[in-house]
């Protein structure tokens, strides 16, 4: 026998080179049978084997073109393997002797960590470390760990029998199987894996007991399916301060051969047009008796097995039932050779899995024989079953075949079986289904091919495969007229989401938006089962990957080339959809290079076009599927996700769209690179940096949103960009302003206050009295709102101190104008005048046609109130006519405030509602939310008035819904007022009473005085049309309160002169009285007509009896 | 501090006809070049300086026509302290309109000069605190 490593000879029947100390004889990687040196393919399964040994110590780099090019972090299942028990041989024999016989049991494990598709990490002295899921990825590399353990305690269980009889040694392994994720990459200048999935491996391995293999939790909830555990105490383990769980691996499954059970948890959903397609298949099979070959084709998780279950199902309802025998390709090939057809065999014969080989060949001769005999008579019956016997075992079928006569016996064997399947089908049609061919071994890709050709009996194979099978037989989806390929795509969205519904409710789960969930899931039954599993288990949104999941795309991730994963990756950082322009600068690669990656990815499906083009032609690309995404981004290491962030962001800004609107595209980048940054800690300049940029574009963003009123967005923005300010003083006071300035625009006026005064301290020290005098004047306008007029009073005061004296500014019109509004509001019209005509001169000698035209506006607003209806109207005119000029903004205030006019003070409805109208326009064109929110609300009120309950209605529920849908919670407060008025209107009494519960309590929140005013008036008005006047009065009393809080005089006349009305029908006469007295004497201070008709009626208790 | 027995209210009359009568000069003449001129209870400023109590003066009798006090009391508090309780009407420029305000003024004389005025519109409550101020002799 001649070593393969040095080329000596050495005795026949040796096991290691005495030249070298190389293992002589190898072990096949598939079925495990011991090789002689030089061999190449395995004399009992037919296995290509290695050319050349491989000698244990030398640890496997990875093939060519395996995913190791960059640092990865990658989700794996680690092994560790500690080899005993061979001290005491040590004292006997040479030292030499020793070494190979351990390398020898080394090699041994190491040949079952490569049968499962692992790889030997390092060897440390007599333990092994090897890992399933790096550099390449497998959708079950956990499964496959647990059984490359199970199998190393099999293979030193038989090791231990030989060379204990032979040398008395009697090697012994503890295992450890941990999952987890860990950092890939080359450390030191070796291919390895760092984390603490790792150091849990160890130490399980540490804990196992002789012969055993224990797992963490992680790789027995991936493995459950497929290997039985026993649960154990939860291990103290070094270096972790919670007790671990762990569990003892005891044997493989009783369903470990069969893949993963196809779910029927949930009803078949769509694919009727597919099932329709097999049930045609089989009826022309049938009908004209020739054979058919049909290929579903699709990718993992689609659904495929789920359509065969359904197909077979309905087998089941025909007239003439065909046989079903199935049969499947494993992933790592524990099936070994045609393991397919066997499994179809055991089927078609009654053999089962413990039957031993003379048994399974006696039953195959008994089911076969009589068949093949009616047809071919005995002895050829006997020469067709021979072969086939052999599956089951050499027994005494005789030798394999001389390599000379291979092809032959080939022929021969595929003939055998081609003979058997057209036997059973002369008893009734025959389905054989192949599941996932794209494992399959060539034996059998050759064998249904063979089959598809030559059968002429009624027989349909049906065979499923993943995308891949294309790549191996770039063939097999030629059409020809007894072949056909379906391609099963992903469900669409309505399907997928009444799937994701169906999977909820039969776990029992709930998920806040099972459409997001669904679209997450890209129509892929698997995914979105393991989703909903996941949420079922654990709660949650559904936005955490599955392992199950990961598992699967990293592995499709892994098949790619390199030069498509690396633009996967950089792609992946993009986003979901991207321009190719983006890609081209991140990618690195040539022009030419970059059409050609891409247009592989198109053509594997990892890719699909975008929708829309860009401007100068770039097109527009997506992943087809999200979670590919997620996958190849997860992959990335943090450093680089940091580092490849802002690099993007870098693009957007110089790109031809990096403008306003791309701020928040930038923001968004440059945050997760500040954020990975510091979890990679890269180096304190490089943070700081980053840092800075996403400080800047956060509040851009937050800018460029607050300029579209989306309030949410931009407090969004601000809070994240506030976040980053660290040590920037400056930048946090002024984002903190902003901030406050849309948490008032929300109608969050608390948060408002006091963001703003967190400013003032900071401003102060600044020596910018203008800027401290505009905190002020926002501080004072949002107690105003508030309904706290000494406080708000009092921050005007402080702010036109601070300004009055030096030159004009738009802060100061401003304060002016904010005071004059309050002393409106309040009744103090000499002041309100004082103020509107400082702001107007002082808006005038700036040239501010903004601020004059709000001038007027209080002024028109001031005339009205003390009954100047001519003023009043020339003003809010002008107001109008100063704003078109300047401002669309303006305008719609304006406008609005107009309406105001003509409805409450000139009682012209129809006037108001042209203007509200008119404003109502211009609010929607330049997308003033809240504007419109009050408008729709306005423009119902008047439709109430006018008794139109439908139009009332409608502006109702528009002003609601935006209300709503812009989070500006406490503008709902004018939907409820309305809906209140029109529910009482209806005599729906209790549910007017909520509504209007509800709009004053949302009027206090958000400091809106006068609504909260108008909703417990129409309170009070709903609870004494129910007849407790109590309650009426103790709405109203609410209401007088507020009015006196905020000094909403006209409100308070009207209230008092209710109460009046109240105490004189409960028999109070005094308090009828006193209640009446204030009204009057308010009416006197306002020329509001509302108040001014209360105040009559008031008139009229005071005159009354008593 | 003690004040020269002068009529101190009828000064602070005089002085505020004066403004009502458009004659700033003459109003503000009798102020402190350090005075100052308080209306922050009503939100209106704090005014420091002759100059500027004059300016203010011109800014609130400018903002109205047909304007002057209808009602006027004063009161001497003692302690250089003088009381103002006064409604004051008139109509918005250009207009026909109607307003009147009530308003209390708490006027302080140093060396027969004004240096203070506060302004508030509460005359109760405005009252009350100058009556305990001038009780008190003064001491701010």
New interface residues.
């Given amino acids: 026998m001649t070593c393969a490593s040095c080329q000596a000879a050495n005795p026949d029947g040796a096991s290691f080179c005495m030249s070298c100390g190389s293992p002589l004889q190898r072990l096949c990687p598939s079925c495990g049978t011991e090789a002689p040196a030089g061999a190449k393919f395995c004399g009992n399964c037919g296995t290509a084997l290695a050319s050349a040994d491989t000698p244990a110590a030398a640890v496997p780099e990875p093939a060519s073109g395996a995913p190791e090019e960059a640092e990865q972090r990658r989700m794996v299942t680690v092994l560790f393997a500690d080899l005993s028990g061979y001290t005491s041989i040590s004292e006997r024999l040479d030292h030499e002797t020793v070494k190979a016989l351990v390398e020898r049991c080394l090699t041994r494990l190491a040949a079952e960590v490569e049968r499962y598709g692992g790889r030997v990490d390092k060897f440390i002295g007599d333990n092994v470390m090897a890992v399933f899921g790096a550099p390449v990825a497998h959708e079950d590399d956990p499964v496959r760990a647990v059984r490359a353990a199970l199998g190393m305690q099999a293979a030193m269980s038989a090791l231990r029998e030989e060379l204990g009889a032979r040398f008395g040694m009697e090697p012994e392994l503890r295992v450890g199987v941990n999952t987890g994720e860990v950092l890939a990459g080359r450390i030191g200048g070796a291919y390895t894996v760092v984390g603490d999935a790792v150091n849990v491996a160890a130490r399980l391995q540490a804990a196992a007991p002789v012969g055993g293999v224990l797992v963490g939790e992680r790789t027995r909830r991936l493995s459950a399916a497929d290997i039985v555990y026993r649960a154990i105490e939860p291990l103290t383990l070094k270096g972790k301060s919670e007790p671990v769980p762990a569990w003892a691996a005891v044997e493989l499954g009783a369903d470990a051969h069969a893949g993963h059970e196809t779910s029927r948890a949930a009803p078949l959903i769509g694919r009727a047009e597919e099932l329709a397609r097999l049930d045609g298949a089989l009826d022309r099979v049938c009908r004209e008796g020739g054979s058919h070959l049909l290929t579903l084709i699709g990718q993992a998780g689609v659904g495929k097995s789920r359509l065969l279950l359904e197909f077979e199902l309905g087998l089941d309802g025909r007239e003439s039932a065909p046989l079903l025998l199935s049969g499947r390709c494993s992933a790592f090939g524990q099936s070994g050779s045609y393991g397919p057809l066997i499994e179809m065999l055991q089927a078609a014969c009654a053999i089962s899995e413990i039957d031993d080989s003379s048994t399974a060949r006696a039953k195959l001769a008994e089911r076969l024989q009589p068949l093949l005999s009616e047809r071919e008579g005995a002895v050829e019956a006997e020469r067709r079953i021979a072969p086939l016997a052999r599956l089951f075992g050499a027994g005494d079928a005789g030798p394999a075949a001389p390599a000379e006569d291979q092809q032959s016996a080939r022929e021969g064997f595929f003939g055998a079986v081609r003979a058997v399947v057209e036997a059973l089908a002369n008893e009734r049609p025959v389905v054989l289904a192949w599941e996932d061919i794209h494992w399959a071994d060539e034996g059998s890709l050759d064998l249904i091919e063979y089959l598809s050709r030559w059968l002429r009996a009624p027989v349909m194979q049906l065979c499923l495969a993943r995308d891949d099978l294309l790549e191996r037989r770039p063939e097999w989806s030629v059409v020809r007229r007894t072949v056909s390929t379906a391609f099963l795509e992903p469900l669409p969205a309505d399907d997928a989401r009444r799937l994701v519904e169906s999977l909820l409710a039969a776990a029992g789960a709930q998920a806040e938006r099972p459409a997001e969930l669904a679209e997450r899931s890209g129509g892929n039954p698997l995914f979105a089962e393991a989703m909903v599993q996941r949420i079922a288990e654990e709660g949650g949104a559904g936005e955490e990957l599955p392992d199950t999941v990961q598992g699967l795309l990293a592995a499709r991730l892994d098949s790619l080339e390199p030069a498509e994963r690396q633009l996967v990756a950089d792609a992946a950082v993009l986003g979901r959809t991207f321009s190719e322009a983006a890609l081209e600068p991140l990618a690195g690669m040539s022009r030419a290079d970059l059409d050609r990656t891409v247009a592989a990815l198109l053509e594997r499906g990892i890719l699909v076009p975008g929708e829309g083009a860009e401007e100068g032609g770039s097109r527009r690309l997506a992943f087809k599927h999200v979670l590919i995404r997620d996958v190849a981004y997860e992959m990335l290491p943090r450093a680089a996700r940091a580092r490849r962030h802002a690099e993007v962001a870098t693009f957007i800004l110089d790109g031809p769209g990096g403008g306003e609107a791309a701020s928040a595209v930038v923001a968004e980048h440059y945050a997760r690179s500040v954020a990975y940054a510091a979890e990679a800690h890269l180096p304190a300049s490089e943070q700081e940096s980053l840092r800075q940029s996403a400080l800047r574009y956060g509040e851009a963003a937050g800018d460029a949103a607050a300029s579209l009123y989306s309030n949410p967005e931009a407090l969004g923005h601000y809070g994240a960009a506030a976040a980053l300010a660290g040590t920037d003083e400056a930048a946090a006071q002024r984002i903190a302003e902003k901030s406050g300035d849309i948490a008032l625009r929300l109608g969050r006026v608390e948060p408002a206050i006091e963001a703003w005064e967190s400013c003032l301290e900071y401003q102060g020290r600044q020596g910018d009295p203008v800027h401290v005098a505009e905190l002020h004047r926002k501080i004072g306008a949002a107690f105003a709102h508030k309904g706290e007029r000494k406080r708000a009073i009092e921050h005007h005061q402080q702010g036109i101190n601070l300004i009055k004296d030096r030159e004009p500014s738009l802060t100061l019109v401003r304060l002016y104008e904010d005071a004059a509004w309050l002393y409106v509001q309040v009744g103090d019209n000499m002041l309100a005048i004082y103020a509107a005509e400082k702001a107007l001169r002082l808006a005038e000698a700036l040239g501010e046609a903004r601020a004059a035209s709000r001038a007027h506006g209080i002024f028109g607003r001031v005339f009205a109130r003390i009954g100047d209806a001519a003023k009043a109207r020339e003003n809010l005119e002008r107001a109008v006519a100063l704003a078109q000029e300047s401002d669309a903004a303006e305008t719609v205030l304006a406008l609005q405030a107009l309406g105001h006019n003509l409805e409450h003070t000139e009682g012209d409805r129809d006037g108001a509602r042209a203007r509200y109208g008119e404003a109502l326009e211009l609010a929607e064109r330049i997308g003033d939310v809240p504007a419109q929110i009050e408008l729709r609300a306005a423009l119902g009120q008047l439709a109430f008035e006018r008794g139109e309950w439908e139009e009332a209605r409608t502006g109702a529920e528009a002003s609601a819904e935006l209300a709503e849908r812009e989070g500006l919670v406490g503008k709902l407060c004018l939907a409820n007022v309305l809906r209140g008025r029109l529910r009482l209107h209806e005599g729906e009494l209790a549910t007017a009473c909520g509504l209007f519960e509800a709009a004053a309590e949302l009027a206090e929140q958000a400091g809106w005085s006068e609504v909260a005013a108008s909703a417990l008036m129409g309170l009070a008005s709903a609870r004494e049309q129910a007849g407790d006047g109590a309650a009426a009065r103790a709405a109203l009393l609410d209401a007088l309160r507020v009015c006196e809080r905020a000094g909403l005089l006209p409100q308070s006349v009207q209230a008092n002169a209710r109460l009046a009305a109240a105490w004189l029908r409960d028999g109070d006469t005094e308090a009828a009285r006193e209640a009446a007295t204030r009204a009057v004497e308010g009416a006197e201070r306002v020329h509001d007509p509302a108040a001014v008709a209360a105040a009559a009626e008031a008139q009229a208790v005071l005159a009354g009896p008593g | 501090m003690t004040e020269p027995q002068t009529d101190l209210v009828e000064l602070t009359r005089r002085s505020m006809m004066d403004a009502n009568d458009s004659d700033f000069a003459a109003a503000a003449a009798v102020f402190a070049d350090d005075a100052v001129f308080d209306v922050?209870?009503?939100?209106?400023?704090?005014f420091e300086g002759r100059d500027?109590v004059r300016g203010y003066l011109e800014?609130?009798i400018?903002?109205?026509e047909r304007q002057g006090f209808t009602s006027w009391e004063g009161t001497d508090l003692g302690a250089g302290y003088v009381f103002v309780d006064a409604v004051?009407e008139?109509s918005?420029?250009?207009?026909?309109?109607?307003?009147?305000?009530r308003w209390a003024f708490r006027v302080r004389w140093d060396h027969g000069r004004i240096s203070e005025v506060l302004a508030a519109?509460d005359v109760v409550a405005a009252l009350e605190a100058a009556r305990s101020l001038a009780s008190a002799g003064g001491a701010r």
Avoid: L, T
């Fill in positions: 922050s209870d009503a939100g209106i400023g704090r500027a800014d609130w400018g903002s109205f004051f008139g918005p420029a250009g207009s026909d309109a109607h307003v009147r305000e519109q």
